[in-house]
């Protein structure tokens, strides 16, 4: 069985600082790795992925993450977050053979100006 | 290519009743999985259903079912609404058979029970 654990369930940050979101996962298989990003009053949106090959992933809007198997962590960072980056932040797992993803409780990022 | 799509998006039930929610798979889609996530918490997987049958399932009890149709549609059915009930229900679809498959969910149904 998976299970993921976000160490911080808010994170307030001001606009144009850097952010780190610290995600750790369990796992007696290899394993996918996911975020996601949801917006108030919306569904969840990929943010990236990790499956295989480079241990570095980038989106599209600057945001990154590190798949260390050792310190079995995939945390995202971001170096300059923006008002529009506020929304709630999920990291997920998925075993390796099975399409269930297992989520962590979320992590709140606020954005301040 | 169409997303994921729910409906409805809000609905209201009294405790004891029985609801519907459905969703429409991404084209190309044949794989349909269903998460509760209650306020304040990530999503918990229900089911998932592959080629019109459960191939998967959470620790939810039997009075949560499902159907997935030959057009890899699907339905969530909850009988004897608790109040605990009350949460947003995500559907989520992926294309099985492929090594680098991943989930697009739809909007969710904002489930109230009073």
């Known amino acids: 069985a998976q299970s993921v654990t976000q160490l911080d369930s808010q994170v307030p940050v001001f606009e144009e600082a850097p952010v780190e979101l610290r995600c750790n996962y369990s796992?007696?298989?290899?394993?996918?790795l996911f975020w996601y990003v949801q917006y108030p009053n919306q569904g969840l949106q990929l943010l990236l992925k990790y499956l295989s090959g480079s241990t570095l992933v980038e989106s599209i809007n600057g945001f990154e993450a590190e798949f260390n198997k050792s310190q079995t962590s995939f945390h995202l960072r971001k170096p300059s977050v923006h008002i529009s980056d506020t929304a709630e932040y999920f990291c997920a797992v998925r075993g390796g053979g099975s399409e269930k993803l297992v989520f962590g409780k979320g992590t709140k990022l606020t954005v301040n100006p | 290519e169409t997303g994921v799509t729910q409906s409805p998006t809000h609905l209201i039930k009294t405790r004891g009743q029985q609801v519907t929610l459905r969703c429409s798979s991404q084209s190309g889609h044949n794989t349909v999985s269903w998460y509760q996530q209650a306020l304040g918490q990530g999503p918990q997987f229900i089911f998932q259903?592959?080629?019109?049958?459960?191939?998967g399932r959470g620790n939810f009890p039997p009075r949560f079912s499902g159907l997935q149709f030959p057009n890899y549609s699907s339905e969530l059915n909850v009988n004897a609404l608790e109040l605990d009930d009350s949460a947003l229900y995500l559907c989520?679809?992926?294309?099985?058979?492929?090594?680098?498959?991943?989930?697009?969910f739809g909007q969710g149904t904002r489930l109230t029970v009073v």
């Open positions: 796992s007696s298989v290899s394993v996918y």
């Open positions: 989520a679809s992926s294309l099985s058979g492929t090594s680098a498959t991943e989930a697009f």
């Open positions: 259903y592959y080629r019109e049958e459960e191939n």
